[in-house]
């Protein structure tokens, strides 16, 4: 299978962070969630995919190329979106158009119109007069209309209601019903992410702790519930994370790892990641 983004081995010091050996792979024509807890390096790690800032060592590729040394080619074929939008204020959604086909070779205007209309973009008022949701959607809207093959979306869907979410989630499904399509999007809203993506990718202090098919994370993490003196005698290598309660233990495990017969429940990519950042042993 095709990559749209391949990461290996990418690094980058601040002072206070350190963004160590990322390697990840987002297949084209997929959807791939980024989660994490705040600070845990999303931002930085698309930036560096966006050559926005300077890696230390690594590679990123987009479209099989070296995202520095094509960096033009693969801007005009990515969309981006970031939680806050970056247009003047004082412009109307007709300046961003002028304004898109300049910076563009690919931009389509005819698109861009066709989304202001399907999202219900205010034709006559000015950005400062938009609600955030109404933001967020030109945002969309502009990273849609130049025909990009990739969209990379920083919590993008970050502080819009259920109803809207919901509206630009199917606006992404339906973008990657053609098969070159892929997307990229962190968020912290992991329900949407469980309803849209086909892979997950989870970072924590800097380090990815795993990318891997949605389905097949659901279908192998589960949480076991024992009481105390059979946790005891689990082989404590096979648990991820546990939290003990009155009643007994709730342990996060790979069903893959689990020998024998036990109770196990469904975990959420939600109880993954907090099992994971939070669960002791
Ligand atoms: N320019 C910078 N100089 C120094 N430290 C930085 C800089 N940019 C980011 N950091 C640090 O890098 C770490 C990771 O930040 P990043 O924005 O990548 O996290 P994130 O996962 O996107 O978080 P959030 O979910 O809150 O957006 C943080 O500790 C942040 O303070």
Not at 73 to 79: E, L, Q, S, V
Not at 255 to 267: E, F, M, P, Q
Request: net charge negative; charged share 25%.
């Amino acid at each position: 299978m095709e990559n749209a983004i391949e990461i290996s081995n990418l690094s980058k010091k601040y002072d206070e962070f350190h963004l160590q050996n990322i390697n990840f792979k987002l297949p084209k024509g997929s959807i791939m969630g980024f989660v994490g807890e705040n600070g845990a390096g999303k931002s930085t790690t698309i930036k560096l995919i966006l050559n926005l800032i300077n890696k230390d060592c690594g590679e990123v590729n987009v479209f099989g190329l070296d995202n520095i040394k094509n960096e033009k080619k693969i801007k005009d074929n990515i969309g981006v979106v970031f939680d806050e939008s970056n247009f003047p204020d004082n412009m109307i959604a007709s300046d961003v158009n002028l304004v898109m086909k300049y910076i563009y070779c690919n931009w389509d205007d005819s698109i861009f119109n066709s989304y202001l209309k399907k999202f219900s973009i205010p034709l006559k008022k000015t950005i400062n007069e938009y609600s955030r949701g109404m933001k967020m959607k030109l945002s969309l809207a502009v990273a849609m209309s130049h025909h990009a093959k990739i969209l990379i979306l920083d919590e993008a869907t970050s502080g819009l209601d259920p109803i809207v979410r919901d509206e630009i989630l199917d606006i992404f499904l339906d973008f990657i019903q053609n098969e070159d399509h892929s997307i990229l999007i962190s968020s912290h809203i992991i329900s949407d992410l469980e309803k849209i993506a086909d892979y997950i990718t989870f970072i924590h202090n800097g380090k990815i702790v795993f990318s891997e098919a949605k389905d097949s994370l659901l279908y192998d993490f589960g949480i076991l519930k024992c009481s105390n003196s059979d946790y005891e005698k689990l082989d404590k290598e096979i648990i991820i994370g546990c939290r003990k309660n009155q009643f007994g233990v709730e342990a996060l495990i790979r069903k893959s790892n689990l020998k024998g017969n036990y109770i196990i429940d469904h975990a959420s990519i939600e109880d993954i990641m907090l099992f994971q950042i939070k669960g002791g042993k």
